[in-house]
């Protein structure tokens, strides 16, 4: 089954840890080293049930599960594991006893507990251990006799986890199960091993961290210009025009603040509009954090009274609800387990105040700093990371944080000791794919890039190779196995998503999965910039995402499917109004898009995406303007103008893509100075004038990719076509679920393309009137396919 944070979060509540009920039987402490009185361990989330039964129609609709351990043991102890994915709070069994017996039909059962007078109070998170004295046997039978409710006229009962101990240790594993009901088993059995390092939800690794004095800081060989760049009319612009006017007319500044407000006691005006339960709400200040990251990374690149007038005012109101302690978050200081709090709002908040910071803002850095003077201490580390939804995303928090002009070396310290997973790093380093789709807690996810962003962040603050080596192995990995052509990338919470599964009408191609990815290889390309890449996968991110999730000014979509509709009908309204996961990470790159067209370096200048532009810099204390004039990606042709004051010495680096059908021949003032090869930079090492005029041809061409993925129909055949770096999509007589076929094979469809009069990128197809080609990120609402049949294939 797929789920989405939209299907399945949206006005879902889950509940604080200080709501769990408390323990109806013996419970499993937590490590004796975390706190002085043991309290009941938690299970750390699970994105499946290890079993689950069919939905039946009665709640007394008596059924039972039974392990088989091989032969008679001792049992000390048997220990039921609830779900804890977030989507069945409440699916532990209502009534229920636990029977041992050497006989498999259980004629004369011994029992071990009885639950079925009275109903059983929901655990929650909360691991059950049932005390079973030593008795002989070799089957333990869980015997349900009244269902949990799942929806209307529908019962169930699921688990996570069924341990048998017999002399410290889990007899059960491994081992088969029956039952009566032919219930679900899970992608991890009922019986499974235990996770890496264990089921519960504390982390305290103190020997991980790293002393300050043994770090060797690594340096990236170029950067990422923080203003000084311009864009002129083309796609870009237009993305980055429609970003400000979609935050400027999405959500109300008071409507920003007022759960900030909210937190602190503070009164909020009169007429706002209603919050969404889920996106707002539950993840109290993450809308700030979007208006935040999009309007402070576009206040850099251009000057905006009204949008600069909100930011600001958005941080004093953060200010004026500061706590004494530093505290500045949305929500109270002890929900912080609540829904996603710890990971995704925190990042969110904290993102916003970075990009405010670096926009011009005095305030940002230190209510940042004030904040993580608070976090680094704060009592709930230990639990941050499996005891809340999707806490690993927090890790990115923390390691921007420290590369703040107010970072500390604690602000790594604590990622080290209390997230850093030493057996998910070595996963990672071994190129092992499990590490990605299998990711053993809370659920895999295009989430878990934001991992790698962070362990390369810790690479470059302390030079351990193993956090290098670890991200670029989950780059190897996301890369080969789960990108889609055209660059979306492939996975999702809540699904199944195998190494190249590459699923067509899945809701894959998650706008936040290729933001995360488009900065990740952006740090990527500043550690090993002449690599090209990593830019290459930038550019895909931005031109077959980003700017196709755009819905104008109006707003932001979801999803990037690949056939039928872009995201559900439903999806064209509900993108524009509500402050998803997308819509926050969609503001962030919208507004930072001219920060990926150049990088500098102390010798030079790379030229990185082809987009009308300026860059603005100094060379040897020199001020430097570098001008491209393109109409890209309609038209190949690119030229570059200088303008400096008095000669200057610097190497100027084009970009030759990957996607480049053959050399591209380089000019300077007309003559012919170099030719480069796809994959790699051309170096342009000279002592340049003013109005010296580089110029050339992308060599951009039509190229076909023939699908794999899971969605294959035997007899038919699916091609992708790609223009450059432009995904291409079919319209016209194309059905609702986006299926077509074309009367070409693979080897004639090229052949058979011609340009659309007056409409750049736009291709006739002869031949078949009814379908014409244009790029993804144009399909809008329209029904479409990047994978048509082909005849003959």
């Known amino acids: 089954m797929e789920v989405n944070r939209r299907e399945l979060l949206a006005g879902m509540l889950l509940g604080a840890v200080t709501d ?287 949008l600069r007038r909100r930011l600001d005012y958005i941080v004093d109101v953060i200010e004026e609800c500061r706590q004494p302690n530093g505290y500045i978050m949305a929500y109270p200081e002890d929900s912080i387990f609540y829904s996603e709090r710890a990971g995704y709002t925190r990042a969110w908040v904290t993102h916003g105040l970075i990009e405010a910071g670096y926009s011009g803002n005095p305030k940002a850095f230190g209510l940042l700093r004030g904040y993580y003077d608070w976090f680094d201490e704060c009592r709930y580390l230990p639990e941050l990371l499996r005891g809340t939804a ?47 789709w299998q990711y053993p807690y809370d659920r895999p996810h295009c989430y878990l890039i934001t991992d790698l962003e962070a362990y390369l962040d810790l690479y470059r603050a302390t030079g351990a190779r193993r956090y290098l080596d670890a991200s670029l192995g989950g780059w190897e990995l996301y890369q080969s196995d789960w990108e889609h052509t055209g660059g979306t990338i492939a996975i999702v919470e809540f699904g199944v998503y195998p190494p190249k599964s590459y699923l067509l009408h899945a809701e894959t191609g998650e706008l936040c999965g290729n933001v995360f990815w488009a900065f990740f290889n952006q740090r990527l390309h500043m550690l090993d910039p002449e690599r090209e890449t990593y830019v290459n996968e930038i550019e895909k991110s931005i031109y077959n995402v980003a700017l196709a999730n755009q819905a104008g000014d109006r707003g932001i979509r979801y999803h990037a499917r690949l056939a039928g509709r872009t995201g559900d009908p439903e999806e064209a ?71 400096t004051r008095q000669a200057v010495r610097a190497r100027i680096r084009l970009r030759v893509p990957a996607w480049a059908a053959r050399d591209m021949p380089v000019q300077v003032n007309g003559a012919g100075v170099a030719v480069g090869k796809a994959g790699s930079y051309v170096v342009l090492d000279r002592t340049w004038k003013n109005d010296d005029v580089i110029s050339f ?69 002869d031949g078949d009137p009814a379908y014409e080609y244009i790029p993804y990120w144009q399909v809008g609402e329209r029904v479409f396919t990047c994978y048509p049949e082909l005849a003959g294939a």
């Open 697 to 765: 041809v992308l060599p951009a061409e039509f190229r076909l990719t023939h699908y794999t993925g899971q969605e294959r129909v035997p007899g038919h055949e699916l091609y992708a076509l790609e223009y450059g770096p432009i995904l291409m999509a079919l319209v016209g007589d194309v059905d609702e679920k986006g299926g077509a076929r074309l009367p070409h094979g693979p080897g004639e469809l090229i052949r058979s393309l011609a340009p659309k009069a007056g409409h750049p990128l736009t291709f006739r197809i």
């Open 573 to 643: 309204s509900w993108d524009v109004v509500v402050n998803t996961c997308c819509a926050g990470q969609g503001t962030r790159i919208y507004g930072a898009l001219p920060e990926f067209i150049y990088s500098l370096a102390d010798d030079g200048v790379y030229v990185n995406l082809f987009a009308a532009s300026t860059i603005e810099w100094k060379q040897a204390g020199q001020p430097v303007e570098l001008h491209m004039t393109t109409d890209f990606p309609f038209r190949r042709h690119v030229e570059l103008r200088l303008s």
């Open 20 to 306: 769990r009920p408390a323990a109806a039987e013996t419970l499993i402490d937590r490590p004796a080293a975390a706190e002085s009185a043991p309290r009941p361990e938690r299970i750390a989330p699970m994105a499946h049930a290890g079993y689950e039964t069919q939905q039946l129609a009665q709640a007394d609709a008596a059924s039972w599960v039974q392990v088989d351990l091989g032969a008679d043991c001792a049992i000390d102890a048997v220990r039921l594991y609830p779900v804890n994915d977030f989507t069945t709070p409440d699916a532990f069994p209502a009534r229920f006893r636990l029977d041992a017996s050497s006989d498999p039909s259980f004629a004369q059962p011994a029992p071990i507990a009885d639950h079925t007078g009275a109903d059983y109070a929901s655990p929650g998170d909360q691991i059950r251990s049932f005390a079973a004295g030593g008795i002989k046997a070799r089957y333990v039978r869980l015997t349900v006799t009244r269902l949990r409710p799942r929806g209307e006229k529908a019962f169930w009962f699921a688990l996570a986890k069924l341990d048998v101990v017999s002399g410290g240790r889990d007899v059960a594993e491994g081992r088969p199960i029956t039952d009566s009901a032919k219930g679900l088993l899970g992608v991890t059995a009922l019986t499974r091993p235990p996770r890496p390092v264990g089921e519960g939800v504390h982390t305290d690794n103190p020997a991980n961290v790293i002393p300050d004095g043994r770090w060797k800081p690594v340096s990236y060989r170029a950067q990422v210009p923080r203003g000084g760049v311009r864009l002129d009319p083309g796609p870009l612009k237009t993305a980055f025009d429609n970003n400000i006017t979609y935050l400027l007319n999405s959500w109300t500044a008071d409507e920003l603040v007022r759960e900030f407000r909210d937190r602190a006691g503070k009164p909020n005006p009169t007429g706002l509009r209603k919050q969404a339960p889920f996106w707002e709400r539950d993840l109290a200040g993450s809308n700030a954090g979007r208006f935040l990251m999009g309007a402070g990374n576009a206040l850099r690149w251009t000057d905006h009274p009204e």
């Open 390 to 436: 999707q806490g690993v995303q927090g890790m990115i928090a923390n390691t921007r944080m420290f590369f703040t002009p107010v970072g500390r070396p604690k602000d790594v310290q604590v990622v080290q000791r209390y997230f850093q997973e030493n057996y998910w790093l070595d996963q990672l380093g071994r190129r092992e794919e499990k590490a990605i």
